[in-house]
């Protein structure tokens, strides 16, 4: 054997065993990304529809990968309970995050809490929250980052307000609650003074 040569060792065993994980690791995520697409992966997969009512509403149905069970357009959704972080209110300047979805049918995303309409329609959305205790706000409906409605409560104990609009809405757009000045007050039990709801009234 030349001086300058030598027989592999455990270390390049390793070495080559980690690099080689490493490669299938990054391999199988890309392959992943691709297979689902990049927003199923990365926080946008949580718009899939939970279920379906079939039958008037007496039996309930998992969607399957091809679509909707009854066919057509499907899109609403129904949350509620303001998400507060610290104390039991919410501050000016936020976009509204809600902690339960009481029906998801398509388009809402717990992850990125707005909705994406699922085809060219018009949307109907109504919106409900209550002030601080000693303070008053606005809560406005955003579509793509377009301000569209305000609902209004005054700073007198907990005073409540709320707003609805039908928007025509593209495949794709973007429905969000924003808190634009003020606080909204949330209760720190089990009962929900925040919610909004949305659901497709006529497609294209």
Not at 97 to 106: A, E, H, S
Not at 134 to 157: E, H, I, P, R, W
Not at 179 to 186: D, N, R
């Amino acid at each position: 054997m030349n001086k300058g040569t030598r027989a592999p060792g455990l270390d390049d065993v390793h070495n080559t065993t980690h690099t080689t994980t490493v490669k299938m690791a990054r391999f199988l995520l890309v392959t992943l990304v691709a297979v689902l697409g990049w927003q199923e992966v990365f926080g946008q997969g949580d718009r899939t529809p939970v279920n379906f009512p079939v039958g008037g509403g007496s039996v309930l149905r998992s969607p399957t990968a091809s679509g909707p069970p009854l066919g057509g357009c499907y899109g609403g959704f129904s949350v509620r309970k303001a998400r507060t972080g610290f104390g039991d209110t919410v501050s000016a300047n936020t976009k509204i995050q809600f902690r339960d979805v009481l029906l998801n049918m398509g388009g809402w995303s717990p992850s990125f809490n707005d909705f994406e309409a699922p085809c060219a329609g018009s949307y109907y959305f109504s919106f409900h929250a209550v002030s601080s205790q000693s303070g008053d706000f606005t809560l406005q409906l955003y579509k793509n980052g377009q301000y569209q409605v305000t609902a209004y409560g005054s700073s007198s104990d907990f005073q409540q307000a709320s707003n609805s609009a039908i928007l025509f809405l593209q495949q794709g757009d973007l429905v969000h609650l924003q808190l634009e000045q003020g606080t909204i007050y949330e209760h720190p039990g089990n009962e929900a003074y925040t919610s909004f709801s949305g659901h497709l009234v006529e497609s294209l």
